[in-house]
């Protein structure tokens, strides 16, 4: 039977991360593990946007502006971020399972009382302790899949950890929606639950047992430590509330802005000055990783951005219900739990940049499908574009992990998958941040274009005017309530049409961004099988 983790050594550390053998026999207690792990991943990305669809009632409960709402989001994102690289020391310090079934229990206290919060503060403060403790499982999930699993079985989990990536960001908004509906908000996390329990206990079940070694945490980067969290959460924050803020007309944005460069660059001035920094910076060197990573964070823009436009649209322009885009965006989800088998087989056959360019093709080309909406666009329409997305979506997410970890020795794979993890999400919220700009920027852009063609000396304005003002006459108005309703009517148009062309602008944008990625990946050594079964070349 293959042993599912070394032993402590005598000092009680946790043991060193290994990789099984090729070829070695992975018993049924390593699938649950690997399974719980995956589980705890796609709980804790499904929880970064869940709480979107459900934002108004729940900024109605506790009487709260919708500015004020974003940082709802804002705290889960800046403490999660924050977390991911000290996963790599914080499992050394506690041990795998100690940490994970320590993290996961957390998680679920925060997120009941998430549920039970009285007023935005206490929401705010839950959701921060909620992003911490959920974080950690993104990058853990992958540690797992490298470490407790040979490389000639690694596809397979590479394959789940995929779906993980790709999946949730689609359906947090889609099953928040469900929930509030049905049970009202607090149940979007009370089902945390559900997940977490099986979590805990898969890991009880499939998962040695290690002893603490404490001193790691003393002897600890805690100066390198203290400068990233500054960096990355001042940069969360930056991102989050730049576009609300008019970016840097605003002295807050500055201040962040300041704050998140000197964090940053001191972390990475830390990290180069030290022999055992908390987490290897010095991957980025390596020509697989630094291509993996970057084409990583470029495509969590893709991925954490069409999940940002296309609910939007449908519930601004389409007019739809949270059940109603729930049952457009579930087109993006379904068809990947059919192609992420077939994707993972091909990766230790085909090469994989060739593999990559053909989801980067299809991920890019849907969103350029998506550039040509109209405000009668819907779910007939939209449903080939996401089956395009979900059937090119696998194969970026699956090759990307295997390029970051090509030929890597054991002992970084915790740092790697950490590194790699936090870029997607950076990458993510920069692809948020820049969209939500550019919406607002070319929705004034398309708004002033049409406004000069849409004018009261036009003929045929001045022929639509008269047309709705006596139909409005025709219902009883008074001549001067019916012109200005015939006004008022027209100016909706506009402004609706802008707003169609602003995400149209937005989508074309992923679209190119994702395709000329394709470039990219070709600077890669070539990757047949996770880990290096075949090898890089």
Not at 83 to 109: C, D, E, K, Q, W
Not at 467 to 496: E, H, K
Request: charged content about 10%.
């Amino acid at each position: 039977m293959t042993s599912l983790s070394k032993p402590a050594t005598a000092g009680g550390a946790p043991a060193t991360p290994y990789s099984p053998p090729v070829g070695a026999r992975v018993d049924a207690r390593t699938w649950v593990a690997v399974a719980a792990g995956m589980l705890g991943a796609f709980m804790a990305v499904l929880d970064i946007q869940i709480t979107n669809s459900s934002l108004r009632d729940i900024l109605g409960t506790l009487s709260a502006t919708q500015e004020e709402g974003s940082w709802i989001s804002t705290a889960y994102l800046c403490a999660e971020i924050v977390v991911i690289p000290m996963t790599a020391l914080l499992t050394r310090a506690f041990g795998v399972r100690n940490y994970m079934m320590g993290t996961t229990a957390l998680f679920l206290l925060f997120s009941t009382l998430c549920g039970a919060a009285w007023n935005l503060e206490s929401m705010i403060v839950f959701r921060m302790l909620q992003g911490f403790t959920g974080g950690a499982l993104i990058p853990m999930a992958m540690t797992l899949v490298i470490t407790r699993l040979p490389a000639n079985k690694r596809a397979v989990g590479m394959a789940i950890f995929g779906l993980t990536a790709t999946l949730a960001p689609a359906m947090g908004p889609t099953l928040g929606g469900y929930l509030s509906e049905l049970y009202g908000w607090p149940s979007i996390f009370y089902i945390n639950w559900v997940p977490g329990v099986l979590l805990i206990a898969g890991l009880m079940y499939g998962l040695d047992k290690e002893k603490a070694n404490l001193r790691t945490l003393v002897n600890a980067d805690w100066l390198g430590i203290g400068l990233m969290a500054m960096g990355l959460a001042c940069l969360t924050i930056f991102l989050e509330e730049g576009n609300s803020k008019d970016w840097f007309e605003s002295e807050f944005i500055v201040t962040f802005a300041a704050l998140s460069l000197t964090g940053i660059l001191g972390w990475v001035a830390v990290s180069f000055s030290r022999p055992d920094p908390f987490v290897n910076l010095a991957l980025y060197g390596q020509r697989n990783f630094l291509v993996a990573t970057t084409l990583s964070a470029v495509t969590g823009m893709g991925l954490y951005g069409s999940s940002f436009l296309l609910p939007l649209y449908l519930g601004q322009i389409a007019g739809y219900t949270p059940m109603q885009i729930g049952e457009v965006i579930a087109w993006v989800g379904l068809p990947q739990l059919f192609v992420m088998p077939f994707a993972a087989a091909l990766s230790s056959k085909v090469d994989n940049r060739i593999l990559c360019s053909f989801g980067l093709l299809l991920f890019g080309g849907s969103c350029l499908m998506n550039a040509f909406m109209d405000a009668s666009t819907g779910y007939d329409q939209l449903m080939l574009t996401q089956i395009v997305r979900a059937i090119g979506q696998p194969f970026v997410m699956l090759t990307l992990s295997n390029f970051a970890m090509s030929g890597l020795p054991p002992r970084d794979m915790p740092s790697a998958s950490s590194l790699f993890n936090m870029t997607r999400n950076l990458g993510g919220s920069i692809g948020i941040a820049l969209l939500a700009t550019s919406l607002t920027n070319r929705e004034h852009f398309h708004s002033a274009r049409l406004g000069e063609a849409v004018s009261n000396y036009a003929p045929a304005t001045q022929q639509r005017l008269d047309q709705l003002t006596q139909g409005f006459i025709a219902n009883g108005m008074d001549p001067a309530t019916a012109a200005s309703q015939a006004l008022a009517v027209i100016d909706r148009i506009v402004r609706r049409e802008s707003y169609v062309m602003a995400y149209n602008d937005g989508f074309l944008i992923i679209g190119l961004v994702l395709i000329g990625c394709i470039a990219a990946i070709w600077m890669a050594d070539k990757v047949k099988s996770p880990g290096g079964a075949s090898g890089a070349h």
